[in-house]
């Protein structure tokens, strides 16, 4: 009777769909034993899935590990036992060696023999990391995601900060006798956009932030894919070349697109994006394109994590995709929407990880239920989209991920840097390339406290697009945030921004305002507008 409960509730979670490019879509449950609780899942270089889980009878401190096929066949637990944490970890997460015998779980690494797929031996190899991150006091997480190339040779990590700021690092995997020890580290990340503009005095250049959350390595090993800075007022997924140091944007979409995951062969990417959730969708903060966008929305994404993707996973409707996409359309279309494969149903929302069977037609993601905790946590099944009718290409072959990039930072310049607060450029201007310039100032208090403005005089870079205006934002995760934006575009095409966003602080769920502010006006109002696209600001009210 049982079972035949399960299967029909495993049927009812079943869609399908049918896209123009891509063909038949379907999204299924994977099937797991009723006493697996919690479980978060990832696929294997062999085409399975590893696990880890809990069951109601386990102790708070014990995790479990098994493989299964994404059918639900063949469910075998290789361990069990305790996973111990630094007090700086961002919890355990699963990232698999190409060589099948191994998972990075963060501050350890797990390994079986013969392999994960039928494994005789399985051990727990502690990893050490460098410049005694974890007893830092400017660091909160010594890693808060954490990726190991595909020759098996290096890890990148991202750390996370007390100054609310992010630092990503590269270093070699060396297997030590009783543990592993990461080696030539070095920072590959970018400490301010801004450098001085030589020929003017007072004015500064821009370039892109490099760095990020780091979540895969593509490129066969030779760039990362990250959360970054792709050019545009919103994080973009972007692929940062360890060898030239050049960055890419993959999405561009005007929303919020943090996570892409690429195919094997890199041609489709799975996205945590907000561009399906139209009533949590941030998007008239970055519908009107605009230079240097970052000097006053970069202190904002925590306010935007927490509004787009914490809210809704714990209380507000709407989703936080995943969305599948063509990697070039999405490269070079701002308008390219994807598919959703968002669930139908409502009360399931998407939680990391993604990963891609090696086939490259199968593509697997976690949802767990909007709200849903506990001793044992939410309440999560893992989900999978089967590309039926996609002719995928060859994988991307591995390559040597390289020692270092030409910008990084290593040894004592390395360890200076993260002995310190982060530091920026506070005031000054940006000539446009063909006329004008913008006039920036901001401030922080090293703690999450910040204020920041840009005045746009006759701004521009190609003598056809001009603005003008001003933009700001100011706040802190205690007391929320305000943005203001009220400025022009005139050009190829016409927009404007007249806006003001007002957030809580975390407390309270970091809540758009609606109420009366204290000139008599609503704390959250106005539009943004982009050629005849026209985006409310009152269309998010909850």
Do not use: C
Request: overall charge negative; aromatic content about 8%; hydrophobic content about 35%.
């Amino acid at each position: 009777m049982n079972d035949t409960r399960e299967r029909a509730a495993h049927e009812a979670e079943v869609q399908e769909m049918v896209d123009d490019s891509l063909g038949p879509i379907r999204i299924s449950t994977v099937p797991l034993p009723g006493h697996v609780r919690a479980p978060s899942a990832t696929y294997t270089p062999s085409g399975r899935v590893f696990l880890l889980f809990r069951t109601q009878e386990d102790p708070s401190d014990t995790v479990r590990a098994a493989v299964v096929d994404d059918n639900g066949a063949r469910f075998t637990e290789i361990f069990a036992g305790t996973i111990p944490q630094k007090r700086t970890a961002n919890g355990i997460r699963h990232m698999p060696f190409t060589d099948n015998s191994r998972m990075l779980l963060g501050d350890h690494v797990l390994e079986a023999s013969p392999s994960l797929d039928d494994a005789e031996h399985v051990e727990l190899v502690p990893v050490e990391y460098p410049w005694n991150l974890a007893d830092d006091p400017l660091t909160s997480h010594h890693w808060s995601e954490i990726i190991v190339s595909p020759d098996g040779e290096r890890i990148a990590w991202t750390i996370l900060r007390t100054d609310l700021t992010a630092v990503v690092a590269l270093g070699r995997l060396r297997r030590d006798e009783d543990r592993y020890t990461i080696v030539d580290p070095v920072v590959i990340s970018s400490t301010d956009a801004l450098v001085p503009d030589p020929e003017r005095e007072g004015y500064f250049s821009a370039r892109h932030m490099l760095g990020g959350e780091v979540k895969q390595f593509v490129r066969g090993g030779t760039a990362i894919s990250a959360v970054g800075d792709g050019g545009a007022p919103l994080t973009d997924s972007v692929v940062q070349d360890l060898v030239s140091d050049a960055l890419e944007p993959i999405t561009r979409t005007p929303g919020y697109d943090e996570t892409t995951i690429l195919s094997p062969d890199e041609r489709l990417g799975i996205v945590m994006t907000s561009r399906a959730s139209k009533g949590t969708n941030p998007a008239f903060l970055g519908l009107v394109p605009r230079p240097h966008a970052t000097l006053v929305t970069m202190s904002m994404a925590w306010v935007l994590y927490m509004y787009a993707v914490d809210g809704v996973r714990r209380f507000r409707p709407g989703n936080i995709g995943p969305v599948l996409i063509e990697i070039e359309r999405s490269r070079a279309d701002r308008d390219y929407a994807g598919v959703p494969l968002n669930s139908a149903d409502d009360s399931w929302v998407y939680v990391s990880p993604m990963s891609w069977h090696p086939d490259g037609r199968n593509v697997m993601w976690m949802e767990m239920q909007r709200g849903s905790g506990g001793d044992l946590g939410p309440t999560l099944r893992i989900r999978t989209a089967e590309l039926a009718d996609y002719a995928p290409g060859e994988p991307v072959p591995v390559a040597a991920t390289p020692a270092t990039t030409p910008s990084a930072l290593s040894g004592r310049e390395a360890e200076e840097l993260l002995a310190r607060t982060a530091e920026f450029t506070p005031a000054g201007r940006i000539a446009g390339a063909h006329s004008g310039y913008l006039e920036f100032d901001r401030s922080s208090d090293g703690h999450g406290t910040w204020s920041a403005a840009s005045r746009y005089v006759d701004y521009s870079d190609d003598g056809r697009n001009v603005y003008n205006g001003v933009e700001r934002s100011s706040g802190s995760m205690t007391a929320g945030a305000v943005y203001e934006a009220d400025l022009e575009l005139v050009g190829d095409i016409g927009g404007e921004m007249r806006v003001r966003a007002s957030w809580s602080g975390v407390g309270d769920g970091t809540r758009l305002l609606f109420g009366q502010a204290d000139d008599g006006t609503p704390q959250s109002h106005g539009f943004a507008r982009y050629g005849d696209t026209v985006l409310r600001i009152q269309d998010l009210a909850e």
